[in-house]
């Protein structure tokens, strides 16, 4: 779960735009937005802290008591969004969301698969169809993942959310039986064989049957009855 809260100490910008965003970088911080009720303020939060804060034991689900520099007030947050640089894979900028820690929030929660499947022991292949997934809870409960125990599937099986299981107080959005969480097909080489041997026994019995539409009649056998008579 999010249990972890972690204080973030962040300072105001009065200068926007993307030469500014890009100063702040070069100086090691992270451009955002923390999103309260009824005020909206751009901030710069330092890049080492950011990345503490994110990658305890409640990754990007952590609470953040966002301290704004020079006041005392706490404003505990979550992270709303985020973008990342496209080739070093750091962040670039953050969107943080003030929330009621006894008010439920809607989050998005990576799928996790352990165990290993049966029908991958005989062949098959896993795939993870949806990576992640839509739930309700109350912001200290939402957890960094949910775990899908694969071990069971075989070969032809498909894992539906209705068949996840989640923590009492977790509530998924997602409609239950559409979505489909991970499948165990038939590795795709032997469905190219099998369908080039079907292709093979068809195009044998087709030539097979023309053959005897064709046959001519044996010597001496009339070729037909008369319909002329003498």
Do not use: C, W
Not at 124 to 132: A, I, M
Not at 136 to 157: C, I, N, Q, R
Request: no cysteine.
């Amino acid at each position: 779960m999010s249990g972890d809260r972690i204080k973030l100490e962040v300072s105001e910008r009065d200068a926007l735009g993307s030469r500014h965003s890009r100063r702040l970088r070069a100086q090691g911080l992270i451009p955002g937005v923390l999103y309260g009720k009824g005020h909206t303020r751009p901030i710069a939060v330092g890049e080492r802290d950011l990345r503490i804060a994110l990658t305890g034991s409640s990754g990007l689900h952590a609470i953040l008591d966002v301290v704004l520099e020079g006041q005392k007030t706490v404003h505990p947050s979550v992270l709303a969004e985020y973008q990342q640089d496209p080739i070093r894979g750091t962040l670039s900028h953050i969107d943080l969301r003030e929330v009621q820690l006894d008010q439920a929030i809607h989050a998005t929660v990576a799928v996790s698969l352990v165990g290993e499947s049966v029908g991958v022991k005989e062949g098959g292949v896993l795939s993870l169809v949806t990576r992640e997934l839509n739930v309700e809870a109350l912001p200290m409960d939402v957890p960094e993942h949910l775990e899908v125990d694969v071990s069971h599937m075989e070969v032809g099986d498909v894992f539906r959310l209705e068949d996840v299981r989640v923590p009492e107080n977790v509530t998924l959005l997602d409609d239950p039986h559409e979505t489909v969480i991970a499948t165990v097909s038939t590795p795709r080489g032997f469905v190219e064989l099998e369908e080039a041997e079907a292709a093979a026994a068809a195009e044998a019995e087709a030539e097979a049957a023309e053959g005897e539409e064709g046959e001519e009649p044996e010597e001496g056998e009339p070729a037909g009855e008369a319909t002329d008579e003498e």
